[in-house]
């Protein structure tokens, strides 16, 4: 029963939320003061993925009742950040606080439920909007199910969810999700490559001399015209091949 005290849920779990960079700044707060309060506050452990990526994983475990709390300090701040930044805007309607869970995919059923049941029961016990994404996350067995209200229906909701979670589950080995970094923009100008770093343009050597080979190599003779001085056989390009080490950080750009 998810109206049961939360002492009865006491278990340990771990949640997953999927974040943008601007909502995990406001997490780590300044100096990383605030996720270490909310840390100190809800005694769960919120640990926070690695790197440039648009997107991170925040990571919060603990027993049951610290994760409520941690994720009830997590919307409050949310919501805090709306207020502030309607404070000179002209919007009038405020946007609701919205955080985006990452679950397995095996357990995405049980909190749909059959024809949508348990899906409906929890928007009308709670308040909040909830939408599981039909696709699973990239190169992951994970989908994300984002949750949407004040942040009393967050919490209320996220308490049914572990409910869930807790009843059913994940079958099978789970690939998590994790962001990959952003691809630094690239141009070619005069010669050279660029990768885009700010405000600056960095030349980049393996990048440059690729594009130089590109440059240099000669066109393929269309197919069906035949090479000069061999009249009636068909054209077959020169192949050469070339030996160039690629960094990992630019592979993905190439």
Same mark, same amino acid.
């Given at each position: 029963?998810?109206?049961?005290? $939360?002492?009865?849920?006491?278990?340990?779990?771990?949640?997953?939320?999927?974040?943008?960079?601007?909502?995990?700044? &406001?997490?780590?707060? !300044?100096?990383?003061?605030?996720?270490?309060?909310?840390?100190?506050?809800?005694?769960?452990?919120?640990?926070? &993925?690695?790197?440039?990526?648009?997107?991170?994983?925040?990571?919060?475990?603990? @027993?049951?009742?610290?994760? =409520?709390? +941690?994720?009830? %300090?997590?919307?409050?701040? =949310?919501?805090?950040?709306?207020?502030?930044? %309607?404070?000179?805007?002209?919007?009038?309607?405020? /946007?609701?606080?919205?955080?985006?869970?990452?679950?397995?995919?095996?357990?995405?059923? &049980?909190?749909?439920?059959?024809?949508?049941?348990?899906?409906?029961?929890?928007?009308?016990?709670?308040? *909040?909007?909830?939408?599981? *994404?039909?696709?699973?996350?990239?190169?992951?067995?994970?989908?994300?199910?984002?949750?949407?209200?004040?942040?009393? +229906?967050?919490?209320?909701?996220?308490?049914?969810?572990?409910?869930?979670?807790?009843?059913?589950?994940?079958?099978? +080995?789970?690939?998590?999700?994790?962001? !990959?970094?952003? &691809?630094?923009?690239?141009? =070619?100008?005069?010669?050279?490559? =660029?990768?885009?770093?700010?405000?600056?343009?960095?030349?980049?050597?393996?990048?440059? !001399?690729?594009?130089?080979? *590109? %440059?240099?190599?000669? /066109?393929?003779?269309?197919?069906?015209?035949?090479?000069?001085?061999?009249?009636?056989?068909? *054209?077959? @390009?020169?192949?050469?091949?070339? $030996?160039?080490?690629?960094?990992?950080?630019?592979?993905?750009?190439?």
């Amino acid at each position: 029963d998810p109206k049961a005290p $939360e002492g009865g849920l006491n278990v340990t779990l771990t949640i997953r939320l999927l974040m943008h960079g601007k909502e995990v700044g &406001s997490i780590i707060g !300044k100096k990383g003061e605030t996720v270490k309060k909310m840390r100190e506050e809800s005694g769960a452990r919120i640990n926070i &993925s690695e790197g440039s990526c648009p997107e991170r994983i925040v990571t919060i475990t603990g @027993p049951t009742d610290a994760i =409520f709390k +941690a994720f009830s %300090m997590i919307a409050l701040k =949310f919501e805090e950040d709306i207020n502030a930044s %309607m404070t000179n805007s002209s919007v009038t309607s405020k /946007p609701p606080v919205t955080l985006r869970l990452v679950v397995p995919a095996s357990q995405c059923g &049980s909190l749909i439920g059959k024809g949508g049941s348990k899906i409906k029961e929890i928007r009308e016990s709670t308040g *909040a909007q909830v939408q599981v *994404a039909g696709d699973m996350l990239p190169n992951s067995t994970e989908r994300a199910v984002t949750i949407s209200g004040t942040p009393d +229906a967050i919490i209320q909701c996220v308490k049914q969810i572990c409910v869930v979670m807790l009843e059913s589950p994940p079958k099978g +080995a789970t690939i998590p999700y994790r962001p !990959k970094p952003a &691809s630094a923009p690239i141009i =070619f100008a005069g010669g050279q490559a =660029f990768t885009i770093q700010g405000q600056y343009a960095i030349p980049h050597p393996d990048l440059t !001399k690729l594009h130089q080979l *590109a %440059m240099q190599h000669p /066109p393929f003779t269309p197919l069906g015209q035949t090479t000069p001085g061999f009249p009636g056989l068909d *054209a077959t @390009p020169p192949t050469s091949s070339h $030996e160039l080490t690629i960094p990992n950080d630019v592979s993905g750009p190439i």
